[in-house]
């Protein structure tokens, strides 16, 4: 399979190649490599966590606090979630990781407009009022962190979140600022040829 | 309702936030693994060739150009109690401190070319993707800090 490197935001399936060697092709440790298999068996995308793991105490404790706040248990919609992560990594560009969340938001609202409006118009688009909400709330807490206030909080809350909801956006669009950088300073996004 | 430390509940002063207080007792795994990620980053056993000054020094600095005051005073704190790094001007530091700038201001423009950057100043593939690491988790806590403050203040 042939790949080219992808530049423009897309919902379409990509892969992303690190700069770095994985554990899978060093002399990795046992440690290493049992980093790995905790977190996936599957061949797609393992080339991260294989690339991660060539420090895996800390690669443990990423892998664990990302996927509690994107699936842990209870709290808002895991849509809102899924749409705070593809704000932030279309505002601080990572093709990749906003490539993955575009499409996990549009397999749970059943549409894929929304997502491609973001992906392509970015977040100025038109957005239904909950949509928005939280889009500016994710955008503005990736940018200017330190400007976020009460005020920004308000709009959330007349969009109808909860304290919990907020709670979980706050953590989606914190933890792709984190995400989107290891992405985007590690390795490329590519696409089939 | 813990006794274990809680990393953002003491650099937050979040102790009397019954909304934030609140979070913490729905979602408690959420803040047991900030606190596993902070020791993984900032306070590893075992900081192997990145030394805890060193770790530090990244993390002040990452937060000052974020820029979240908070973290900078803590890990500026933090610095000083690990005995502070002897040469910044070294060309070690700074290529340390060089990522930590194309990490903050650029991810989307960095290159190949920088992740040379740092194996031709010595660093390993391990020292690459700890320094990577610790990097994004202080962008990850500066904003959840930021986050948590306006959401505890607006209830």
Known sequence: ?193 | MTTQPDITFEIGGFADNPTIVALRDEKPQIFTWIQTYYNATVSPEDPGTISLAERALIAQRAAELIPSPVLDNWYGALLEERGGVADITSPRIQALLDRVALVNENPDRSTKEDVQKLRDAGFSQQDIIAVSQLIAFVHYQARLLAGLRALGAAS
């Not at chain 1, 909860?162 to 590519?190: C, K, P, Q, Y």
């Open chain 1, 1 to 193: 399979m042939t790949t080219h490197r992808q530049t423009t935001f897309t919902q379409d399936i990509l892969s992303w190649l690190p700069w770095l060697e994985t554990v899978d092709e060093l002399d990795a440790t046992p440690e290493q490599l049992a980093a790995v298999d905790a977190i996936t068996t599957a061949k797609r995308g393992r080339e991260y966590w294989a690339t991660l793991a060539n420090d895996p105490v800390s690669l443990h404790a990423r892998y664990g606090i990302f996927n509690e706040i994107i699936s842990g248990p209870g709290g808002g919609p895991r849509s809102d979630r899924e749409l705070a992560a593809t704000a932030t990594s279309r505002v601080t560009s990572c093709i990749y990781c906003a490539s993955v969340h575009a499409r996990a938001y549009s397999g749970l609202v059943k549409e894929r407009e929304t997502a491609q409006r973001l992906l392509d118009e970015g977040p100025s688009a038109e957005f239904g009022p909950r949509e928005r909400a939280i889009i500016d709330f994710s955008v503005k807490l990736a940018l200017r962190p330190d400007e976020i206030s009460p005020e920004d909080i308000a709009p959330l809350k007349e969009a109808g979140l909860s304290d919990i909801e907020i709670f979980d956006v706050i953590g989606s669009s914190a933890i792709f600022s984190n995400a989107n950088r290891l992405m985007a300073t590690l390795g490329e996004a590519r696409h089939e040829d």
